[in-house]
C-alpha cells in the first residue's frame, strides 16, 4: 500500500491506453541513460526506423536481461510520492516524524483512503495559499496515509486547475496517535523522475545582485538551495526549474517548475540516486531550523508548493506561472489596479526628508507624468539616523510639523497622491516602543544586550500575539490618520539567535516558522482593513520576493540597486517565475548611487519600463532638457503599461 508516482508531465487524454505506465516502478533499467516514454509519445522508432508502440517497446525491455525488478533493489528504486525516512528508502525523506514515547523516527506512511473534491479548500490559518473564484476551476485531491503502528496520519493535497496546467500541493500532517510527536521535516512537495539527463536552473545571489539565473546539470548526488536567514533571502529564490534531456530553453524542451509559497526558511534539493532517478523535495528548511511539537488531536499544514510542467521551454513556463499568480495568488484588486507611477524620496533626501522637500520634490515631478509621492524612511520618531525611532510609528513634529495629513493635503492640491515607508517588523534600542517592551524582541537567552544588534535594530518578536496585535493597531491608527494610497514595508535585518523567550524550551525549532505566520497574520489582517491602499514588499531590496509575499502584496521591490545595467539581469531572472507587473523597478539618478555606473535617462527608463515604472532620482536637479525627457518616458510608459503587465 506504498503510494507510488505514476507520471508528471504532459495532460494524458482520457481515451489513451495508459497501461505503460504500470511500468514506471516494476523495473530499473540498468542503462541509467535509459529514458520512460512519456504519454505523449504513442509512437516510438526503433533502430531500424519502423514505428513502435510505447507498449511494444516496453515489452521488449521486459524480455531484455538489461533490467532490474525494483523488488531485488528495494524501495531506494522506486518512485514515491511522499518518502518516508528509515524504511529502506534512503534518499532524502519527504518527512521525519519523533515519537515522544520512543525517540523513534520511523514512520512507515501507507495508503488509507483519498476523496476527491469540487474546487478549493480554503486555507484554514494564515499561512498563504492559491484561491479560486468559481468551484469550478479546480478540483481537489485528498489522498490520506496512515503510519498503521502509531494512527499518525498524513493528508497529501493536491489541486488542479484545469485552465491553467497547474497543480498546488500541499501536506498536513494530523496526530491520532496517543502521544506527542515532533515534526522534524515536512516537505510540501515531492517529485521523483525517471532516469535520464537533468538540468536544474536555480536563482540565487545577494544583496543587490538577487536572483541572478544558474544552471546546472545534475549527477548522482544531492545539490540543494536554501534559506535559514528566517526570510526567503538574497542569496537563494525559493523556485526552481528541473529541464530534462537538455538544458533549460526558452522555446523548446521539458521542464518543471516548483515554486514554494512561503517567505521563510525553506529548502529545494534535488537529488539523483544509483539507478540516475531523481527526486525533489521543496518544504520548510528541516531541523535544525525547523521543528514543531505536534499534541494528539493537533494538526500541521505545510506551505503550499505551485507545481507546473512545460513542453515547451520556459518560455511557456513563464508564461503559466505570470497568469496563475495574477489571477489565483495575488490579492484580486490588484488584477484590474496598476501601481501610479511614483517617485520615492530615498536617494534624494536619505534620512533628511521634511514636508518641505517633499512639497518641492512633488512640484518639481508633477509636470513630467508623476502620480504620487512615496515618503521613504526618515519621517517618525526621531529617525535621523539607522540607530533611531524603529517601532515609534508617528510623524517627527519638527520634520512634518503639520503631520502626514498636512503633507497629504498639499501633495493633493498638486494633484499628486501619497505613500509612506514603513518597517513594521523592527524596533531601534533607541525608541519609546523599547523601552517600554525590551522583552518584545527575538533574542538569544540572557539580556537582550547580549543579542546581535544587526543594523541597530532588533525584530520583533512576531510569534507573539500581543506584539502583533499592538502593531496592527498602529498602523489601523496611522493609516487612518491621512490619506495614504501606498505603503512600502521593508525589512532590513535578517533573523539571528531564533530564540523567543515566550516559548518553552520544547518548541524553540518553532520560532522562525511562528515568527512567518505571525507575519502572515499582520499582512493579512492590514491589507483586507485597507483595500484600497496598495502595498509593497520589501526585504533590504529583493530579500522576500517570494510567491507567499504576493498573495497578500501587490508588487515587491526587486533589489536595492537602480542600476540600469544590473536591473537588466536581475528582473530578467526574476520573470523567470513572477509577473511583470509584481517587479517594483524605478529610474534613478546618475552616477548610480549603488554602482557609480553612468547610464543616460533613456536606458535608465526603458529598463524599468519592465516592471512598476516609477522614480527615485531628484527631480529638483535635473536640467529642463532631462524633465522634457522624463515626461516623454512617463507618456510612453502609460500608453504602454496596460500591454507590459497584462500581455
Not at 523556485?239 to 526558452?250: D, P, V, W
Not at 497629504?408 to 519609546?432: C, F, H, Q, T, Y
Not at 523601552?435 to 544588534?453: A, E, K, L, R, Y
Not at 517587479?583 to 547610464?599: A, C, F, K, L, Y
Request: negative net charge.
Amino acid at each position: 500500500k506504498q503510494l507510488e508516482h505514476l507520471h508528471y508531465g504532459h495532460c494524458v487524454p482520457l481515451d489513451e491506453d495508459l497501461s505503460f505506465l504500470s511500468w514506471s516502478n516494476p523495473m530499473v533499467p540498468m542503462d541509467p541513460l535509459w529514458v520512460m516514454p512519456s504519454p505523449n509519445e504513442a509512437r516510438m522508432t526503433n533502430q531500424n526506423g519502423v514505428g513502435q508502440s510505447s507498449s511494444v517497446a516496453l515489452q521488449s525491455l521486459e524480455e531484455s536481461q538489461d533490467r532490474l525488478e525494483h523488488g531485488l533493489l528495494g524501495k531506494n528504486s522506486t518512485l514515491h510520492e511522499f518518502s518516508d525516512r528509515g524504511s529502506g528508502d534512503f534518499r532524502n525523506p519527504s518527512v521525519i516524524v519523533e515519537y515522544s514515547s520512543t525517540g523513534s523516527l520511523i514512520s512507515p506512511f501507507q495508503y488509507l483512503s483519498h476523496q476527491i473534491v469540487r474546487g478549493k479548500p480554503p486555507a484554514s490559518s494564515f499561512l498563504p495559499m492559491s484561491y479560486v473564484d468559481m468551484e469550478d476551476e479546480a478540483t481537489t485531491l485528498i489522498v490520506t496515509l496512515v503510519d498503521s503502528n502509531t494512527g499518525l496520519q498524513c493528508q497529501l493535497i493536491f489541486s488542479v486547475f484545469h485552465q491553467l496546467d497547474v497543480i498546488c500541493r500541499r501536506v498536513e500532517i494530523v496526530n491520532h496517535a496517543d502521544e506527542r510527536v515532533t515534526i522534524r521535516k515536512l516537505m510540501s512537495a515531492t517529485l521523483d523522475f525517471h532516469s535520464d539527463q537533468y538540468f536544474l536552473t536555480q536563482f540565487s545571489g545577494g544583496w543587490a545582485r538577487e536572483r541572478q539565473k544558474i544552471s546546472r546539470e545534475l549527477y548522482q548526488g544531492i545539490t540543494s538551495i536554501q534559506s535559514v536567514r528566517g526570510i526567503s533571502s538574497h542569496q537563494h529564490n525559493p523556485f526552481a526549474i528541473i529541464a530534462r534531456g537538455c538544458a533549460l530553453t526558452e522555446t523548446s524542451g521539458d521542464c518543471f517548475g516548483m515554486m514554494l509559497m512561503y517567505s521563510g526558511n525553506f529548502l529545494i534539493e534535488a537529488e539523483i540516486n544509483e539507478q540516475g532517478r531523481l527526486r525533489l523535495n521543496a518544504g520548510i528548511h528541516p531541523a535544525p531550523e525547523f521543528s514543531w511539537q505536534l499534541q494528539p488531536g493537533e494538526a500541521f499544514c505545510s506551505p503550499e508548493a505551485i507545481l507546473i510542467h512545460s513542453g515547451k521551454g520556459a518560455g511557456l513556463l513563464s508564461r503559466r506561472y505570470h497568469k496563475f499568480i495574477r489571477k489565483n495568488v495575488m490579492p484580486k484588486a490588484s488584477r484590474s489596479r496598476s501601481c501610479p507611477i511614483l517617485i520615492n524620496t530615498w536617494e534624494s533626501t536619505y534620512f533628511h526628508v521634511n514636508h518641505d522637500a517633499v512639497i518641492e520634490i512633488g512640484k518639481s515631478a508633477k509636470d513630467t507624468g508623476v502620480e504620487m509621492v512615496v515618503i521613504d524612511d526618515g519621517w517618525f520618531g526621531e529617525r535621523n539616523d539607522s540607530e533611531a525611532g524603529l517601532g515609534d510609528w508617528y510623524p517627527n513634529p519638527e520634520k512634518f510639523p503639520r503631520g502626514l495629513d498636512g503633507v497629504a493635503k498639499e501633495l493633493a492640491d498638486l494633484g499628486l497622491k501619497m505613500g509612506i515607508w514603513i518597517e513594521p517588523e523592527s524596533v531601534n534600542v533607541r525608541s519609546k516602543l523599547f523601552q517600554q517592551h525590551p522583552d518584545w524582541c527575538i533574542q538569544s537567552p540572557g539580556p537582550i544586550h547580549t543579542s546581535s544588534n544587526i543594523r541597530n535594530q532588533y525584530l520583533l518578536d512576531f510569534t507573539r500575539d500581543e506584539v502583533v496585535d499592538h502593531m496592527l493597531n498602529t498602523f489601523r491608527t496611522l493609516l487612518r490618520s491621512a490619506p495614504i494610497a501606498y505603503v512600502k514595508m521593508d525589512m532590513n535585518r535578517t533573523m539571528v539567535e531564533a530564540f523567543s523567550p515566550s516559548l518553552g524550551p520544547l518548541r524553540q525549532g518553532e520560532v522562525a516558522h511562528r515568527y512567518c505566520l505571525g507575519w502572515y497574520r499582520f499582512l493579512s489582517l492590514i491589507t483586507s482593513e485597507f483595500p484600497d491602499v496598495i502595498f509593497e514588499g520589501c526585504a533590504g531590496g529583493g530579500g522576500r520576493f517570494d510567491a507567499g509575499m504576493l498573495r497578500y502584496v501587490q508588487q515587491i521591490w526587486t533589489s536595492d540597486n537602480t542600476d540600469a545595467s544590473s536591473r537588466v539581469g536581475i528582473q530578467f531572472s526574476t520573470m523567470f517565475g513572477y509577473p511583470v507587473s509584481s517587479i517594483g523597478s524605478h529610474v534613478s539618478d546618475t552616477p548610480n548611487h549603488q554602482t557609480h555606473r553612468i547610464s543616460d535617462l533613456k536606458t535608465r527608463s526603458m529598463i524599468a519600463f519592465f516592471g512598476t515604472f516609477g522614480f527615485e532620482n531628484d527631480p529638483r536637479k535635473l536640467s529642463t532638457r532631462e524633465m522634457e525627457e522624463m515626461r516623454r518616458f512617463t507618456a510612453l510608459f502609460k500608453d504602454l503599461r496596460d500591454i507590459i503587465h497584462d500581455g
